[in-house]
């Protein structure tokens, strides 16, 4: 497995990571371990959780849940130190989270405090803010820019007294590095700006969507991430499994996500299952398997660091590793971008 620096942390990373946002819903403790179990045989040492999670669906009986399912296999194993672990601060809107409260310079120590005595560990390797006070881009909110809801002073001074909070941390030795998730390009700018300013941890890395269904990220994201030498944690690589073609022609697996969440978070359309035909075509043209074929090619891009995804059944797990080291030739990358160009946002 090629390992890869997360930004400028001195932290190596796996290409590949765990996510384990199913981890209490759709993936039970037993099955999650034999997961991470799995994926370290295969040379995978990166994991990713959040304080919300799991999802699908997302309550307040299950919230911690996945955080305490891997506290629980790092206790048991004993291998804290063969895995990065990466969870996240959750932002407004969950009432069950801190009665829906925004990150604020109050809520970081106590959010910190709660997933470490989750994860069963004395510190957190990469500890992201979900998404941010301004709100996001993501999860089909970028069709209409609304800046009534936003105002430079009071985010600034946000990040200032977050930064002063997260260095505590960083001191204390609660986390070793801090990333952001679901973020824009002014909103990243921002915080690396304002950590040279007044000090702080420096911002390694976001966390956003991205994948060929999704890639809002090739553009300002991208051209920052290169120059500012931040790097991208992919998630929805495979666009929460369209793009393995198991939703082709209406299909709807036994215990799919598709059960749960019929949308799939917004990300059915009309023009979704046209454009996943054009990409599962040029992998039949060139022998490729559709899955592996989507990872690799967000790991192939030049801002990506580490590919986030997730299985929900062990035999998922297996098929995907098997796509280990495979990089695509330049006919297929060409034949991608031409699907791209047909089918730039699908959704």
């Given at each position: 497995?090629?390992m890869?620096?997360?930004?400028?942390?001195?932290?190596?990373?796996?290409?590949?990571?765990?996510?384990?946002?199913?981890?209490?819903t759709?993936?039970?403790?037993?099955?999650?371990?034999?997961?991470?179990?799995?994926?370290?045989?295969?040379?995978?040492?990166?994991?990713?959780?959040?304080?919300?999670?799991?999802?699908?669906?997302?309550s307040?009986?299950?919230?911690?849940?996945?955080?305490?399912?891997v506290?629980?296999?790092?206790?048991?194993?004993?291998?804290?130190?063969?895995?990065?672990?990466?969870?996240?601060?959750?932002?407004?809107?969950l009432?069950?989270?801190?009665?829906?409260?925004?990150?604020?310079a109050?809520?970081?120590?106590?959010?910190?405090?709660?997933?470490?005595?989750?994860?069963?560990?004395?510190?957190?390797?990469?500890?992201?803010?979900?998404?941010p006070?301004?709100?996001?881009?993501?999860?089909?909110?970028?069709?209409?820019?609304?800046?009534?809801?936003?105002?430079?002073?009071?985010?600034?001074?946000?990040?200032?007294?977050?930064?002063?909070?997260?260095?505590?941390?960083?001191?204390?030795?609660?986390?070793?590095?801090?990333?952001?998730?679901?973020?824009?390009?002014?909103?990243?700018?921002?915080?690396?700006?304002m950590?040279?300013?007044?000090?702080?941890?420096?911002?390694?890395?976001?966390?956003?969507?991205?994948s060929?269904?999704?890639?809002?990220?090739?553009?300002?994201?991208?051209?920052?991430?290169?120059?500012?030498?931040?790097?991208?944690?992919?998630?929805?690589?495979?666009?929460?499994?369209?793009?393995?073609?198991?939703?082709?022609?209406?299909?709807?697996?036994?215990?799919?996500?598709?059960?749960?969440?019929?949308?799939?978070?917004?990300?059915?359309?009309?023009?979704?299952f046209?454009?996943?035909?054009?990409?599962?075509?040029?992998?039949?043209?060139?022998?490729?398997?559709?899955?592996?074929?989507?990872?690799?090619?967000?790991l192939?891009r030049p801002?990506?660091?580490?590919s986030?995804?997730?299985?929900?059944?062990?035999?998922?797990?297996?098929?995907?590793?098997?796509?280990?080291?495979?990089?695509?030739?330049?006919?297929?990358?060409?034949?991608?971008?031409?699907?791209?160009?047909?089918?730039?946002m699908?959704?």
């Amino acid at each position: 497995m090629k390992m890869n620096p997360l930004g400028r942390t001195g932290i190596k990373v796996s290409e590949l990571c765990i996510g384990t946002m199913t981890f209490g819903t759709q993936t039970d403790e037993g099955e999650s371990h034999a997961q991470i179990d799995m994926a370290l045989n295969y040379g995978i040492n990166f994991l990713d959780t959040a304080e919300m999670y799991p999802v699908n669906p997302i309550s307040s009986q299950t919230q911690g849940d996945s955080e305490v399912i891997v506290g629980n296999w790092i206790a048991s194993s004993g291998r804290r130190n063969d895995v990065v672990v990466a969870t996240k601060h959750s932002g407004a809107g969950l009432r069950h989270i801190r009665d829906g409260a925004p990150i604020t310079a109050c809520s970081i120590s106590e959010a910190i405090e709660g997933s470490l005595k989750r994860l069963k560990t004395d510190y957190i390797d990469l500890y992201q803010f979900h998404w941010p006070n301004r709100g996001s881009y993501m999860f089909r909110q970028n069709w209409r820019f609304d800046p009534s809801k936003q105002d430079t002073t009071s985010t600034l001074s946000h990040m200032e007294d977050a930064l002063e909070v997260l260095q505590r941390e960083v001191d204390r030795g609660h986390i070793r590095a801090f990333g952001l998730s679901n973020e824009s390009a002014w909103g990243t700018s921002q915080w690396l700006r304002m950590a040279q300013a007044v000090g702080g941890p420096r911002v390694a890395s976001v966390q956003n969507e991205y994948s060929l269904l999704c890639r809002l990220y090739d553009t300002d994201m991208a051209e920052m991430s290169v120059h500012e030498d931040l790097i991208l944690l992919a998630f929805s690589p495979l666009a929460t499994g369209l793009l393995t073609g198991k939703y082709q022609g209406g299909a709807v697996p036994e215990g799919s996500r598709k059960l749960l969440q019929e949308t799939l978070g917004g990300r059915v359309t009309p023009r979704v299952f046209e454009a996943v035909e054009g990409y599962l075509s040029i992998a039949r043209r060139h022998g490729l398997d559709p899955v592996h074929m989507a990872l690799a090619f967000t790991l192939q891009r030049p801002f990506i660091c580490s590919s986030i995804f997730g299985a929900t059944r062990l035999d998922q797990l297996e098929h995907i590793l098997k796509m280990d080291g495979l990089r695509l030739s330049d006919a297929v990358l060409d034949e991608i971008d031409q699907v791209h160009i047909q089918y730039p946002m699908p959704f």
